[in-house]
């Protein structure tokens, strides 16, 4: 594999003239060690490794200095024991024996504290309780109030779209006016149509006959783009 990747990685070296291929480089990644993921090899499996043996000089000072090491923890656990055991005795919390009245009066006490707190608590919670009542009471009277002002606000506008439609039926063609309606729209013929000349006047018809003006009414004016 090594020596095909090492042609190939020669090969892709050579100019491209001369190879017919694309040129690309190969890179191999040799680990100095075994991996650690690797199992132990076959080879290797039931080796037993030789001990190493050691001079009489460095025996004795490995054990000089295992043996200071053991007394020196050993002081320090003792001098730990000794220490909680001359606290324990100075101490009298764990040491006081009461009796069957002082444990009664002991826990009637812790009762009575919890009693206060327990009150304590629930005044703050009833206190609590009774400003989230009035926010909430504040809101939804806000929202009563704002829901009636815009209740008002479309009857208004609602009665004025009323009046006004009122007002426009005087105008309705009905039934009993719809041969004067007739009657008048062939009389009085209207035409919207309209032509703009160069100077900017407004001839009102299509078949009209008017003359431009020296100075055009306001109404005959065309407003530019």
Known sequence: MLRAGCQLLTQSALPAGKTGG?????EFVRWRRKPRWLPVAKSKMFRVPERKKQTEE???????????????LRSVRQFLREENVRIDE???VDHIVLTPEQEEAEFQKCIEANAAWNAAIARERDQRLAKEREEKVAYVQERLEARQVRE?????????????????SKTYITRENLDAAIET?????????????????????????????????????VASN
């Open 90 to 92: 100075t101490s009298t």
């Open 152 to 168: 008002e606000e479309r009857r208004e506008q609602a009665n004025q779209r009323v009046l006004l439609e009122i007002e426009r």
């Open 22 to 26: 694309n040129s690309f480089a190969l």
């Open 185 to 221: 729209a062939l009389a009085n013929p209207v035409d919207h149509n309209y032509a703009i000349d160069l100077a900017g006047n407004l001839y009102q018809g299509r078949s009209t006959t008017q003359l431009p003006d020296a100075s055009p009414e306001p109404n005959q004016q």
């Open 58 to 72: 460095e025996r004795t000072e490995l054990m000089r200095l295992h043996n200071q090491y053991k007394t020196q």
